[in-house]
């Protein structure tokens, strides 16, 4: 990976919407189940003590106006949203203009896991309990998993590479090597790169079937969107940077007993890849935002793998505070990884002790079926 610039962040999650309110929450450092109530808009007031969060009072109106939304789904007008806010952080639209680059310019790389859920659901009931002839067909398309994505470059038009990734907890971490690889190749000047996860009733109800507890796993959504530009064309136009993308890993290890497969082998390889593709030592690694969540099997096998690749580096695990966000669990890491770094904004340790000033950042990711991700982060200098 070459060095990349992060010249803007959109964040809406369930501590709150936008970047500058997500960062002061996050220096508040208050467990999310602590701090919220749990989702209602979305589960209704029967699920009141599902243990599940939502963004709060959650408005695309706010950001996109009154016309156009009824067809779109939860997850395309949130994502629609956060990358609105990413675009007008990195001072590149504004007010629906470009005020830098143009449109040929600008894409996107975005995860999700289970983006398309909710309206396969919604499909699915209502030919099931009333009949086929019901079904709406123009919300037909929100069952395909990469039409969140391309209604973010319908309405922002964006017409460079559009994305989805689908690989689960890593998929947002990825995405930053795909933005990467995209950009060496000249298809874009600037990419939005990131992930987001939206609550719904079936993906809550999947959820508890896997027997996840919800009080040590808080399951919640989110959305972050970084803008990604190459580091001598942003500091060209003198945009901040609020960091630098320096490095990334991945590898696998197939399943052989079980499906769930959490393996502490395929998460050193990968964080030894993204601190050679960064050129970093073990031992300049300042903290690893991991994510640690809970459940035991998991975070045993992470930071098993985070010991014996850079020894005894302090870990923090985000996830207390922003929940479990799946498809966007690395992307609401490394906007954690972001915080810290702008103004030592304290995250749960869940190992060792952080220094005072933070430079480098290694954001880990364990899939559930053998696949893990790392990213290396730097503060800009």
Known sequence: MKPRAITGLGVLSALGAER???????????PLRSRTRPASQTLGEAYAAAGAYEIPDFSPQKYLGEKGLRLLDRLTRVLICTARLALADAGIKQSGAFLRLAPEDVGL???NAFGSLEAINDLHRTATLEDTRYINPAKFPNTVSNTACGYVSIWEELRALNVTVSDGTPGALDAAFIADMHMSLGRAKALLVGGGEVMSEALWVAWNKLGMDPLAVPLAEGAALAVMEPLEAARGRGAPVLGILAGYGSAFEAPTRRLLHPSPTAMERAI????????????????VVSGVTGISMFDDAE??????????????ASKRLLGETLGGAGAMSTAAALAWMAETCPLPLV??????RIS??????LGPYGSASALVLKAAT
């Open 20 to 30: 500058g309110e997500v960062f002061a929450r996050i220096r508040e450092n208050v």
């Open 109 to 111: 790389v975005c995860s």
């Open 272 to 287: 030894r890849s993204a601190l050679d593709d960064a050129r970093v030592a073990p031992g300049e690694v300042d903290l």
């Open 303 to 316: 930071l098993s793998a985070i010991g014996a690749a850079v020894g005894d580096a302090p870990v923090a």
């Open 351 to 356: 190992r060792g002790r952080a220094p005072e």
């Open 360 to 365: 480098t950042v290694l954001v880990t990711e």
